[in-house]
């Protein structure tokens, strides 16, 4: 499974950025597409997954009614619509894949990582 996150960018607080993440491989889609973020100092926090097979979304609690996740099967992709961005949303966010048996909030379980992408939240 291969994973190419994009979309970070710098925004305002109380902007709206969209994060992407293209998947491609035989068997991606027999995985949950997990968001988790990294800032500086600081340990990865789950921010949303997706199970590609039901669709059934899961949130943070930090971005639960400001985030959502979607997935799009023509395209392999899945988004991150991040709205009513905080300056504490900066960080580095990856996506991230995990077998559904294995799903959890915590990163350790996940198989296969993207490349991450910067979002910064200016005040």
């Known amino acids: 499974v291969q994973l190419q996150a994009s979309g970070g960018g710098l925004v305002q607080a109380g902007g709206s950025l969209r994060l992407s993440c293209a998947a491609s491989g035989r068997t991606f889609k027999e995985f949950v597409i997990g968001w988790f973020r990294q800032a500086p100092g600081k340990d990865h926090e789950f921010v949303a997954a997706i199970s590609w097979d039901t669709g059934s979304p899961y949130y943070g609690d930090s971005v639960k009614e400001r985030f959502i996740i979607d997935r799009d099967n023509a395209k392999n992709s899945v988004y991150l619509q991040m709205n009513s961005l905080k300056p504490e949303d900066t960080a580095v966010y990856h996506c991230?894949?995990?077998?559904?048996?294995?799903?959890?909030?915590?990163?350790?379980?996940?198989?296969?990582w993207g490349q991450g992408t910067q979002v910064t939240v200016s005040s």
């Open positions: 991230a894949a995990v077998r559904p048996e294995h799903f959890t909030f915590t990163p350790y379980e996940y198989e296969y």
